[in-house]
């Protein structure tokens, strides 16, 4: 990281909430319906309706910007945001201006590979704000013709605006992640990028060390980043674009305007939209169609409560708790809310939150990436788990055979003691054990010999034997048993 | 008496007791329309057919002895700005000529649900932008007390309908005074309720912090009831205020005891003729010689009340008139070659030069470096303009005074002057900015004979006591029955 230049990023995030109904209207905000099938009166914007807020989406944006440690000021307003766009029937967004319904919180965020230190990222602003329609061009057959669907219009829309507090892509993406985990467990969004339910524009420029002092690189905004894993490479690929600018121009922030850049997912290249010359004047002012909002102590303190526990102290509690490491709980808390009540029960049925987590890690989480399933549609539940993982931990099963029986666990759906009898697994006593070991070392004297000459290795060859004999044997206490009988004989 | 010539409250009372039958009483409203309207031009669209279809519906569901609604039965006119389905609603602009919404505003809804027939559309200025009806983008509508005069505006057409009888009752809009001038200079009753109390859903919008519907009607009685239909809490306007509607026409033949009226001298100024000055005055005698004292009163800002007023309203319609682009609602230019000039041209051709103006005031004093000078100082001094009225009200119960400055002018008289037209609402626009209610009554008649209208304004939701007043001025005066001389 030994790089000339610190990367300074700010990040905007679009969500949008889960609600049933839009932010103004009664019209469905279900995702993938027939054009323009979702509209009514108010949300396209036919002359003579108003607009009445949705009291569900106002909530939602509350809760999050609770959890996002916001101010809540007491006071709200409705302000139109006027531009001219084909997919703007009313000429104008409402959204808030001057007085956003939260401000001043922060995310704080780490790397469980410790790849940059825990930091907090302030959160400048978390509005509410309508969406506009959506613009289809079609230039099929070389005929350009742009169609517009409305059924998007309206649907409410919570704008995070975060200080430009990240200092790397790696921690705009820690930030998007964590964010949008947040957001799943306040179960405010689906956060689905692809249907554009989670929408991200970055601000990226350079602060430079040269012999003269430190040189801020103008600021450009970055758009068009379908995936988190979009958003590093588009803000990696930016940072280094504009410090090549720089070497060769020199050009600082205030020399030129700020500029829009579209990643290209493709090209893996930024390139750029529109200068912002004339930066646009959206002439907002105050919605005369909405009364303002008065946020109480007690909504506030609903919102609070309704929170349940977040990703940071469900981390913090499964690694005092369970005594995991900071990576395993981040694994398991990434995996959503769902999960972690899982891995909770698993570790407390097994009595070991350590190899519960491993075994979630290794094999739950392998099955449930191959199948595209969640926690929820996954066969074994989380007591017949704990349950096997218990029988691992007290040696009546190696871990290998274990996982024989868990794949058995979910093809039959049986419990492990049911699983490992339709597998013949049965547990040997120790004189059983015993038994076979002295059969197999007087079958043996070559290797008996071996071992009494210092070559311990060579009992592996008798576990290999036993093995064959019966499958049930513990192959470490095999080992075990024939060095103590060999040990005796001496 | 012809049939016209009654009350609503006469005719509603000949309708509920079987005497008059719809279909009798919507056939004299629409041959007079047929008779009067070629010179007055007060409506836009009467379907004549569908009027009467109504009424007879009505009188059958009436002799089949099912419930009638509170209007059952009663022509309504209606400003062509609010939204009726499958109705041309044109606001009287190019902009919207094509425009039938497939929805019913608030206020039209509970005419209907009142089985109120739906008699016509009356003319406007466009998009409600003027004083005369002479901003209509399809002809100006006529005094019918003098057909080379205006009847005030902007609905011009809604309070002339209604002084030469084609309608008992209509409703208007009153955004700086568009309901009580055009009553004043047609010599009718108008009033512009307290913001909220009336559902502004399917008004097509001028300015939504002071546009409110109301009732225009021959007498205080009459717009006592029209009020008490249209008025209450509507959950599609988030304006509307949650408040019972006291009945009006039942409280409204009391004397106000010990009434206060409170006079701005200022309002008596170099501004008001002479004439519209002395019967004002008569007025005021009137109500003390029915026991109520008068008092002085000082509105400070007043002053400054037409100012703020063409910022306000204009930064508004900037924003509300924004949707006629051409894409999705109004006229699309039939020769473009960008999206830009598209947007431009359809902009240029549908809309009239007053419009444009105000669009371009509104756009001006909204943009960035502007903001605060205008748009932020005129807000400033609509707090201060509600403060008087606050301080005003402690003291007194009404405010009286002149409507406008002077009688109906000549159509085309003040054409080239906005500014002039502009301080003609000078009396009207601090009853918007203030949120009260205010009703404009008949007061008098000039030399030319041109009626004269008085002004009182009640704190908000004191609709009752303004309807009180009015009709213990037209049980103790005439004015209201005087009518204009048939062509």
């Known amino acids: 990281m030994n790089k000339p230049y610190t990367t300074i990023i700010g990040l905007e995030v679009h969500v949008q909430l889960a609600t049933r109904s839009k932010l103004f209207c009664s019209c469905s905000t279900r995702f993938g319906s027939p054009p323009n099938t979702q509209t009514c009166p108010v949300c396209i914007g036919m002359p003579g309706t108003l607009p009445v807020m949705n009291r569900k989406a106002f909530e939602l944006s509350l809760k999050t910007a609770v959890a996002l440690n916001c101010e809540i000021p007491r006071f709200t307003k409705w302000d139109r945001k006027q531009y001219y766009y084909p997919d703007l029937p009313k000429g104008y967004q409402i959204s808030q201006f001057d007085l956003p319904l939260s401000q001043n919180g922060y995310l704080p965020i780490s790397d469980s590979k410790n790849q940059f230190e825990p930091k907090r990222i302030g959160i400048i602003r978390a509005h509410l704000e309508e969406d506009a329609g959506k613009s289809m061009h079609d230039e099929a057959a070389g005929v350009a013709d742009s169609r517009i669907d409305l059924n998007r219009c309206g649907t409410p829309l919570l704008e995070i605006v975060s200080e430009p507090d990240m200092r790397s892509p790696a921690e705009a993406k820690a930030y998007l992640t964590e964010l949008k985990l947040l957001l799943n467990y306040l179960e405010v969004s689906d956060c689905n990028m692809q249907e554009g339910s989670l929408r991200v524009d970055a601000n990226i420029n350079l602060h430079i060390d040269t012999p003269e002092g430190k040189i801020a690189t103008p600021i450009v905004e970055v758009k068009n980043m379908n995936s988190f894993r979009a958003v590093e490479r588009a803000l990696e690929y930016e940072a280094k674009r ?88 981040d694994v398991l808390v990434n995996q959503g809310r769902d999960m972690v009540e899982y891995y909770i029960e698993v570790a407390d049925a097994c009595g070991d939150g350590k190899p519960a987590s491993n075994w979630i890690q290794q094999d739950v989480l392998r099955t449930l990436g191959e199948r595209q399933i969640g926690i929820a549609q996954y066969g074994v539940s989380a007591k017949a788990l704990g349950e096997l993982i218990g029988l691992v931990k007290a040696g009546k099963l190696t871990t290998s055979r274990g996982r024989e029986v868990l794949a058995e666990m979910l093809a039959s759906g049986k419990s492990a003691e049911e699983a490992m009898k339709g597998m013949g697994i049965e547990h040997l006593d120790e004189s059983a054990l015993e038994d076979l070991c002295r059969e197999l070392l007087n079958a043996n004297p070559r290797i008996v010999a071996e071992v009494k000459e210092g070559k311990q290795k060579a009992i592996g060859a008798l576990i290999g034997q036993a093995k064959k004999k019966n499958p049930n044997v513990n192959p470490a206490r095999v080992r075990e048993i024939c060095l103590e009988l060999i040990e005796k004989e001496n | 008496m012809s049939l016209i010539d009654q009350t609503a409250v006469e005719l509603l009372s000949n309708l509920t007791s079987g005497n008059l039958t719809s279909v009798e009483l919507t056939g004299a409203f629409l041959d007079e329309i047929e008779r009067r309207d070629g010179a007055v031009k007060a409506f836009l669209h009467v379907d004549a057919d569908a009027a009467m279809a109504q009424a007879d519906e009505i009188d059958r569901n009436r002799t089949a002895g099912k419930p009638a609604g509170r209007l059952a039965g009663m022509p309504v006119a209606v400003k062509d700005l609010l939204c009726t389905v499958d109705v041309p609603t044109t606001c009287a602009s190019r902009m919207l000529e094509n425009f039938c919404p497939p929805y019913d505003a608030t206020v039209v809804a509970r005419l209907k649900a009142a089985d109120a027939v739906l008699i016509g559309r009356t003319n406007m200025d466009e998009f409600a932008m003027g004083g005369s009806c002479e901003n209509s983008a399809f002809h100006p509508t006529h005094n019918p007390w003098d057909m080379d005069r205006i009847p005030g505006g902007s609905s011009g057409g809604a309070a002339a309908c209604v002084a030469a009888r084609m309608a008992p009752l209509s409703i208007g809009s009153d955004t700086g005074g568009s309901i009580r001038s055009p009553a004043a200079m047609c010599g009718v009753t108008g009033m512009k309720p307290t913001y909220g109390r009336v559902s502004r859903y399917g008004l097509v919008a001028f300015a939504s912090s002071l546009d409110q519907l109301g009732p225009i009607a021959q007498t205080a009685e009459d717009t006592a009831l029209l009020l008490e239909v249209i008025a209450g809490h509507d959950l599609m306007d988030s304006t509307s205020v949650d408040r019972p509607v006291p009945k009006y026409t039942e409280t409204i033949g009391r004397l106000l005891e010990g009434l206060r009226i409170g006079i701005v001298p200022e309002h008596f100024g170099d501004a008001l003729d002479d004439e519209v000055d002395a019967a004002v005055r008569e007025s005021i005698r009137v109500y003390e010689s029915l026991g109520a004292t008068v008092k002085n009163i000082s509105l400070p800002h007043g002053k400054y009340a037409v100012a703020a007023y063409y910022i306000i309203a204009p930064c508004e319609a900037s924003g509300n008139l924004a949707r006629y682009d051409g894409v999705h609602y109004g006229r699309r230019t039939d020769e473009h070659d960008s999206l830009i000039g598209m947007y431009s041209r359809s902009r240029s051709e549908g809309f009239g030069p007053e419009v444009k ?60 002057d906005p500014l002039s037209m502009y301080l003609f609402d000078l009396y009207t626009v601090g009853t918007n900015l203030a949120g009260i209610c205010g009703i404009s009554i008949p007061c008098g008649i000039s030399g030319a004979g041109l009626p004269i209208g008085l002004h009182l304004q009640a704190p908000t939701f004191e609709e009752e006591r303004l309807l009180r007043a009015a009709a213990m001025f037209q049980r103790a005066t005439d004015w209201h029955t005087r009518k204009p001389s048939p062509v």
């Open chain 1, 242 to 329: 504009q410090y090549e600018v720089w070497q060769e121009t020199g050009r600082k922030l205030g020399d030129v305007p700020k500029s829009t850049h579209g990643w290209d997912e493709q090209a893996q290249v930024t390139r750029e939209q529109r200068s912002k010359e004339e930066s646009s004047d959206y002439r907002y002012f105050p919605d005369p169609d909405l009364v303002p909002v008065a946020t109480t102590d007690e909504q506030i303190e609903r919102a609070r409560a309704s929170l349940g526990e977040l990703p940071a102290a469900l981390r913090t509690r499964l690694e005092q708790t369970y005594n995991i490491t900071p990576y395993d709980s």
């Open chain 2, 357 to 416: 103006r105000r669009i371009m005031l509104g756009t001006y004093a909204l943009s960035s470096g502007y903001y605060d000078a205008y748009y932020l100082k005129a807000l400033k001094v609509r707090r201060l303009i509600r403060q008087d009225f606050d301080r005003a009200f402690d003291q007194v119960d009404l405010i009286v005074g002149p409507v406008a400055p002077t009688p109906a002018f000549k159509i085309g008289e003040k054409a080239d």
